[in-house]
């Protein structure tokens, strides 16, 4: 919300309802309640509508799947500028029980069944334009580890692991920096955000590389994904260049037809990609018992550091604005998150990265750049639509991610 809607007639909504405390924040924006004119206005709260109302118009917002408790209407603030907030207890139903939901396979799991059943069949999420050759068959479609899985390598080996450089002498490490695992010709490695094959499995006439690394769709020039570096330390037996391919820029469908008559391009794609990162923040949350998530690019010569700090895993929010209507709002199911993005390269922003990777609360995540970027720009826009006040905490920034399915919020 920005200042010109405090400028005009329209009554602004915004609340946010956290069903395991059971009670809604409610905050109210409108010229109409500005200092000038508020006696003349009131807000009336009933069983599941809120009212604004004054001697020209009425408007009032009717709240879906919820029922207050008007009675226990609480820290009512007011602003001169025609702000008011207020908490009011939610009615839960008699018959409501608390049970324990079990978890859900996670993203990549989810992602691997998908790749096998439908193999080949990979189009760009935009255009439909297939991206995997026909001759295209994996034999072997196997889950990655996570992206830091090198650091802990010393703790799988007995003795001393080491892998020889180029010149046949072996690296002090356990696992060298250098060494990434790469598919062979019939491989697919399967990462929560991505996927690695062989880049002699790409149908070249669909596809354009910029620069060598950025792989975009040749039809639409949406992004696909990176041709990954090739390895430095010797260690692989073959020359074959890997592409990344991202999640959220293809669609695995066996029965898709891009040319025919049934293929109609995805027309919410941005909210499916915000349901995929909202979920990986709270996959690696259950996974690693940790509400802090360190984002880095892996991405070579692009750098990226972003924290992401879950403060509710599990919110309903409820927003929307009218002149003199009756408006039905319906519950957008999210994650709530403050993050902080490290975009200045000087010595305050590196000596902060270091104590990031210090902290054992905090776990990192690597991620693709062109990933890195959108998942910071959902962040912005959706922390620009909530009321001015609410948009920091002390130093950092806060947003949410919508989950596309209420049911996702499994916890």
Known sequence: ?????????????????????????????????????????????????????DVESSVAFKFKDIVFEPTTCRNLQYDKKGEVT????????????LTVVPRSH???????????????NCFCQVCGAKILKDSCHFLRVMPLPSENWSDFSDMWFCHNHSHSNDSGQATNNP????????????????????????????????????????VYCRRCRNLLGEVMPREKNGVSSSDRKVTKILRSSVLFHLDLKPNGPEWEPVQHRGFEVED????????????????KLYVTSSTEGKPFHCLIWIIDPKLLIYKGGSHSTHELLAPLTAVKVLFKALLE??????????????????????????????????????SKSLPIKCRKHEEFNVGYLKFQKKAATQC
Request: net charge negative; glycine share 2%; hydrophobic share 35%.
């Open 276 to 291: 995929m990162f909202a979920s990986l923040l709270m996959n690696h949350s259950r996974m690693y018992t940790s509400f």
């Open 106 to 120: 996670n993203q990549q799991e989810e992602f691997v069944r998908e790749i096998k059943a439908n193999q080949n």
């Open 175 to 214: 696992v060298s920096s250098d060494l990434k695992l790469r598919p062979k010709l019939k491989d697919c490695l399967v990462a929560e955000t991505y996927f690695l094959v062989v880049s002699d499995q790409i149908k070249e006439g669909n596809i354009q590389s910029k620069e060598d690394v950025s």
């Open 1 to 53: 919300m920005n200042h010109t809607l405090l400028n005009c007639q329209e009554v602004r909504l915004y609340a946010e309802y956290k069903p395991t405390m059971g009670y809604i924040n409610i905050q109210l924006y409108s010229q109409r309640l500005s200092e000038n004119i508020s006696l003349d206005s009131n807000v009336c709260v009933e069983n599941d509508t809120i009212t604004v109302e």
């Open 86 to 97: 207020l908490t009011v207890q939610v009615k839960r139903p008699s018959s409501e029980t």
């Open 345 to 382: 390269h000087d010595n305050e922003s590196e000596k902060e990265q270091k104590e990031w990777k210090k902290d054992n609360s905090i776990h990192i995540t690597a991620l693709p750049y062109a990933s890195c970027l959108t998942l910071l720009q959902l962040l912005i826009t959706n």
